[in-house]
T-cell receptor, first 111, second 112 residues
Framework: RKEVEQDPGPFNVPEGATVAFNCTYS??????FFWYRQDCRKEPKLLMS???SGNEDGRFTAQLNRASQYISLLIRDSKLSDSATYLC????????????FGSGTKLNVKP | EAQVTQNPRYLITVTGKKLTVTCSQN?????MSWYRQDPGLGLRQIYY???????DKGDVPEGYKVSRKEKRNFPLILESPSPNQTSLYFC???????????FGQGTRLTVV
């Protein structure tokens, strides 16, 4: 079983829509969680960290559900520039030096 | 400008010909790592380093070597490349393991 699983999509949404992605992780002892954004053929860049209490940055909201072992990313008022692949990343407690990436969820925002 | 620099960006090579992909960061980060990205598999960690002269295997270390003689540099070495090492490679660095990782622009390697 993969450490981190994501729906690959693509999610095709119109501008202005609200869209949500989930990511499940297999190890209940996971420590840190992140969402990264990756544009086609480019390097991943941090979108936001995910805290136990959840966090919000403008149109983006991330939530952590430890009981069900998933994290979520909500994007409100989608822009064309939000089109990208969103990667879920988990850092396990048993080894702080390891990172597990999901294979990504592709988002296409259309005019 | 804070950055992670990888070279080369693109490389086509033949099976068995040793190659090195360089990675350098100018942020004085202690933690560096290498990943490969393949369709449907996401990024998988090859090796990581917590500081100078401290390296350890990630999840897919077979066929790769690394060294960390200086804090800023973390080269990836393929002693005898094979076609299954054709992939997109990323180097990353961060202050600590649970903080933001900064990635290089990637190296697209093709082994024929």
């Amino acid at each position: 079983r993969k450490e981190v699983e994501q729906d690959p999509g693509p999610f095709n949404v119109p501008e202005g829509a609200t869209v949500a992605f989930n990511c499940t992780y297999s190890n209940s002892a996971s420590q840190s969680f992140f969402w990264y954004r990756q544009d086609c053929r480019k390097e991943p860049k941090l979108l936001m960290s995910v805290y136990s209490s959840g966090n919000e940055d403008g149109r983006f909201t991330a939530q952590l559900n430890r009981a069900s072992q998933y994290i979520s990313l909500l994007i409100r008022d989608s822009k064309l520039s939000d089109s990208a692949t969103y990667l879920c990343v988990v850092n396990p407690r048993y080894n702080f030096n390891k990172f597990y990436f999901g294979s990504g969820t592709k988002l296409n925002v259309k005019p | 400008e804070a950055q992670v620099t990888q070279n080369p960006r693109y490389l086509i090579t033949v099976t068995g010909k040793k190659l090195t992909v360089t990675c350098s960061q100018n942020m004085n980060h202690e933690y560096m790592s290498w990943y490969r990205q393949d369709p449907g598999l996401g990024l998988r960690q090859i090796y990581y380093s917590m500081n100078v002269e401290v390296t350890d295997k990630g999840d897919v270390p077979e066929g790769y070597k690394v060294s960390r003689k200086e804090k800023r540099n973390f080269p990836l070495i393929l002693e005898s490349p094979s076609p299954n090492q054709t992939s997109l490679y990323f180097c990353a660095s961060s202050i600590q393991t649970n903080t933001e990782a900064f990635f290089g622009q990637g190296t697209r390697l093709t082994v024929v």
